[in-house]
Nanobody, 120 residues
Framework: QVQLVESGGGLVQAGGSLRLSCAAS?????MGWFRQAPGKERKFVAA???????YYEDSVKGRFTISRDNAKNTVYLQMNSLKPEDTAVYYC?????????????????WGQGTQNTVSS
């Protein structure tokens, strides 16, 4: 069983930046990030395949960048130009398959979540 440990969340003003990291306890296939705002369902943010192909949800394109270091079993999410609507709990996720998915039920492993709050 692979464990995922997230770090880097916090409080930032609108227009600021945050960088999330997620370390896996072992090798995985595709990795990604989802987020869940209070009272809402968990939604896809970004994902990256084993071969570094990335895919983003429309509202974060051009602002967020996902990357990974396979040697460290780690995925990163650089978030720039943050908006109050980006406020949510961000979850790291990973799957055994190498290719990207945007559907949460297709992922095998989940982190505990990290709160990101963007103030206006």
């Amino acid at each position: 069983q692979v464990q995922l440990v997230e770090s880097g969340g916090g409080l930032v003003q609108a227009g600021g930046s945050l960088r999330l990291s997620c370390a896996a306890s072992g090798p995985t296939g595709a990795m990604g990030w989802f987020r869940q705002a209070p009272g809402k369902e968990r939604k896809f943010v970004a994902a990256i395949s084993w071969s570094d192909s990335a895919y983003y949800e429309d509202s974060v394109k051009g602002r967020f960048t996902i990357s990974r270091d396979n040697a460290k079993n780690t995925v990163y999410l650089q978030m720039n130009s943050l908006k109050p609507e980006d406020t949510a709990v961000y979850y790291c996720t990973a799957r055994k398959l190498l290719v990207i998915s945007t559907r949460p039920h297709t992922y095998d492993y989940w982190g505990q979540g990290t709160q990101n709050t963007v103030s206006s």
